[in-house]
Nanobody, 121 residues
């Protein structure tokens, strides 16, 4: 059994910052790419940022220069530091991870439960 548990969402004023965390636990052999997605009301889910096991990153254009994704491989945790938040960043943020379970030969995509981020004055 593998779980992803997110934390760090909440209400913040425009221009503020939040840091999201997503910790993977369970029978994990290795974790490949980890990522953050978001879905705003009435919109499709979009990839916000992702990071490979080697540390390579990519971001959606709308967050470049404001958000930073990072990971701690010892803790099986991925982070999303969000600065200069805007109202249009309001969404449910979910993490996912490509995880190889112990005793398995291939990876499988696991998802967290999602955390609400609201940017409003």
């Amino acid at each position: 059994q593998v779980q992803l548990v997110e934390s760090g969402g909440g209400l913040v004023q425009p221009g503020g910052s939040l840091r999201l965390s997503c910790a993977a636990s369970g029978s994990i052999f290795s974790i490949n790419t980890m990522g953050w997605y978001r879905q705003a009301p009435g919109k499709q889910r979009e990839l916000v940022a992702r990071i490979t096991s080697g540390g390579s990153t990519n971001y959606v254009d709308s967050v470049k220069g404001r958000f930073t994704i990072s990971r701690d491989n010892r803790k099986n945790t991925v982070y999303l530091q969000m600065n200069t938040l805007k109202p249009e960043d309001t969404a449910v943020y979910s993490c996912n991870a490509d995880i190889v379970r112990r005793g398995s030969y291939g990876g499988y995509i696991y998802w967290g439960q999602g955390t609400q981020v609201t940017v409003s004055s």
